[in-house]
Nanobody, 118 residues
């Protein structure tokens, strides 16, 4: 089946920026291009939440917490989805995951840790 592989997380000061990337371990057409792709995050002690999504045609949607600060994009030829995060806040600290929207339970990866220090 394979799974999504996220990268680009790290430790950053409040107000800083990070760019996350995600690719499927089986980077074939069927795992990426036809699907709406999304970024999710899970903070300690909280449920996983949807952060942003992008349709196959490039239409985007954002959680209120991400609007104006985060930008989701995709490169269909590289079968990669990105999340540019600016003006980071301590409340953005979480493990970030990508997956389809709706989620494919078989494709969850390990995520990438984002820690924002205040």
């Amino acid at each position: 089946q394979g799974q999504f592989v996220e990268s680009g997380g790290g430790l950053v000061q409040a107000g800083g920026s990070l760019r996350l990337s995600c690719v499927h371990s089986r980077a074939i057409f069927s795992t990426f291009s036809p699907h709406t792709m999304a970024w999710y995050r899970q903070a300690p002690g909280k449920q996983r939440e949807l952060v942003a999504s992008i349709g196959s045609a490039g239409n985007t949607n954002y959680a209120d917490s991400a609007k104006g600060r985060f930008t989701i994009s995709r490169n269909n030829s590289r079968k990669t989805v990105y999340l540019q995060m600016n003006s980071l806040k301590s409340e953005d600290t979480a493990v970030y995951y990508c997956n389809h929207l709706p989620q494919n339970q078989d494709y969850w990866g390990q995520g990438t840790q984002v820690t924002v220090s205040s």
